[in-house]
């Protein structure tokens, strides 16, 4: 019996992969208590897995992955300081979340974790992986928010938000829009066909962006990350994500979008090159968050990685 069919059998409802939410706890990392999600259904003895979700997301971004891959890895998922459930404590850049994310995982295992990154949890998981060789067994980043030339007119929109000042005004302004015309610039601006997201998905998504509406910290991470990520595409070549990525000794995959709007596509074979061994999975219709449009294709993906 698979999962889905074994939770609908516990439950007594089909719920579709990206619906269901897995349970939730407190751990306290780096001054505050992280909300961390556990795949259900997975046995103790798999090797553990660590999903870091981008600029504005959350746990919940992985649902469908972390469900798919129970039988292989044993998956947690943080609310990132100041995303999600977590409030903000101190800035939330690239940096101060690789901190976070190393002391999660020298308190949760004593393994190397299969890592996971989207957006810029994905830049975070190459920096993580850089610093510390010696807790990732693998490392596979969805649409990594990696220095690109080119930019899209999303990504000058997050540059807007870096700006000093600018960046508050523009959330400021974005947010008095009415609630249904920024979900549906929200589902333009990171999957690849919005009409294909399933109604369960659709109602759990929004649901999540009216709750974050509510959050006192969500518009200072914002702009900490977003200038976070705009320092990184500025830094010198010696200190660039660039140079980290060619230090990564694990396994790397490689995911990318074709119809990505904030991670330039094109860039994905300069980030093959720059990792000593990586593959590359090039999904021409999907947008931002592949592991949410595109479950099935990353988890192929990654279980041909490991295998």
Request: with cysteine; aromatic share 6%.
């Amino acid at each position: 019996m698979g999962f889905v069919e074994s939770y609908a059998a516990v439950t007594g409802n089909v719920v579709p992969l990206g619906a269901q939410e897995w349970p939730a706890r407190r751990v306290p990392v780096a001054g505050v208590d992280l909300l961390v999600r556990d795949v259900p259904g997975a046995a103790a003895d798999l090797p553990p897995a660590l999903f870091v979700h981008g600029l504005g997301g959350s746990s919940l971004n992985w649902t469908s992955l972390g469900l798919l891959l129970n039988d292989t890895v044993r998956g947690m998922a943080p609310d990132l300081p100041g995303f999600g459930r977590t409030p903000l404590a101190g800035a939330a850049g690239i940096e101060e979340q690789v901190d976070v994310l190393i002391e999660l995982i020298e308190r949760e295992t004593d393994q190397p974790v299969h890592l996971f990154g989207n957006s810029m949890g994905g830049a975070s998981s190459v920096a993580l992986a850089a610093r510390r060789p010696d807790l990732v067994a693998s490392l596979t980043l969805i649409s990594p928010a990696l220095p690109h030339p080119r930019a899209s007119a999303t990504a000058l929109w997050f540059a807007a938000v870096a700006t000093p000042r600018l960046g508050r005004v523009v959330l400021e302004r974005t947010r008095r829009l009415p609630f249904d015309r920024r979900f549906r610039a929200s589902l333009a601006m990171v999957f690849g066909d919005p009409r294909s997201v399933s109604p369960e998905l659709r109602a759990a998504y929004e649901a999540e962006l009216r709750r974050r509406d509510t959050d006192p910290w969500g518009m200072q991470a914002t702009v900490d990350g977003a200038r976070s990520i705009l320092r990184s595409y500025l830094a010198p070549p010696r200190r660039s994500l660039w140079v980290d990525a060619a230090r990564v000794e694990c396994p790397v995959l490689l995911i990318y979008g074709g119809k990505d709007r904030l991670v330039d596509a094109r860039i994905r074979t300069k980030a093959q090159r720059s990792f000593r061994d990586a593959r590359l999975l090039y999904i021409p219709q999907s947008g931002h968050v592949a592991q949410m449009e595109h479950p099935e294709q990353v988890e192929r993906a990654f279980r041909q990685l490991i295998g």
